[in-house]
């Protein structure tokens, strides 16, 4: 972890709580379904950013719980709802009639990883790989905030802007790559 980017958000005014242990880390995996990707996790070990707007899994009250439930479900609920929106990825083939076009979409996003609330509607895929890619996703719209934790918290509270993102050397991230 980087200590100094830790340092310098501490600076801008974020928030931390200590990082979280290893039981609350099999807590958050019984109550939530998700492991965390191996950058979140190292971070999570060290410092939980608590500010507002950040998700506080210290926090095991019912309301709490609810709350973070609703942002793991929230991307999947707003693609589901407006699959006839999504625009069709080349990668997935000849793009069938719209009548089938939703129905192919939902189908796709059962297999999609779940995504991991970070910050407001940014998240980080839950996939076993290393720099794993931070989105942004409002209803259809998928953005790439990030080529990793490290690169999003620079972006999101730094001086490191969102063109700067070498997008080429971002993981693909089944469904949810495809939908950028």
Known sequence: MNIELLIRLKSKGIEFAEGLSQSEFLSIN???GVEF???LKEFYSVALPISNNFYNWHDFSSENVSKIKRALKRPFDDIYEMA???????DWGVEP???KKANVIRLKLEKAPKLIPIYLHRYMPMVNKENVPIISVCDTDVIYYGENFESYLEIEFGDKRQSDIEFEEIEHVPFWSDLL
Do not use: K, L, R
């Not at 006839?84 to 080349?90: I, K, N, Q």
């Open 37 to 39: 990707p191996f950058e």
């Open 84 to 90: 006839d929106e999504v625009y069709w990825c080349e």
């Open 97 to 99: 009639d719209e009548n």
């Open 30 to 32: 019984q109550v939530y």
